[in-house]
Nanobody, 123 residues
Framework: QVQLVESGGGLVQAGGSLRLSCAAS????????RGWFRQAPGKEREFVAA????????FYVDSVKGRFAISRDNDKNTVYLQMNSLKPEDTAVYYC????????????????WGQGTQVTVSS
């Protein structure tokens, strides 16, 4: 059974930081890219960040560039999202995902998804 288990969400004040983690299990993820998406109430799910298996390629949605950083530990099948200088508009449920293709902002390319973790940023 494939599982992606997220952790690290919570409540933080504007300007603060959080680090999200997502551990994948149940199959080999060798060669898989990893991504983070988020969904705020009343809005569609949007792409946040993605990283290739080797770590050689990353990209981010414009709104988080310079504030968020994606990384991974292949030995642990874990992807991270370091979030700094958080803003109230970052409040959302954050989802991690895995895809057998190169890095992509398209949700349809990701085959496996986590359950989501809530991030709330207060002003």
């Amino acid at each position: 059974q494939v599982q992606l288990v997220e952790s690290g969400g919570g409540l933080v004040q504007a300007g603060g930081s959080l680090r999200l983690s997502c551990a994948a299990s149940g199959r080999s993820f060798s060669g898989y890219s990893r991504g983070w998406f988020r969904q705020a109430p009343g809005k569609e799910r949007e792409f946040v960040a993605a990283i290739s298996w080797s770590g050689g390629s990353t990209f981010y949605v414009d709104s988080v560039k310079g504030r968020f950083a994606i990384s991974r530990d292949n030995d642990k099948n874990t992807v991270y999202l370091q979030m700094n200088s958080l803003k109230p508009e970052d409040t959302a449920v954050y989802y991690c995902a895995a895809a057998p293709y190169g890095v992509s902002p398209n949700a349809g390319t990701y085959l496996y998804w986590g359950q989501g973790t809530q991030v709330t940023v207060s002003s």
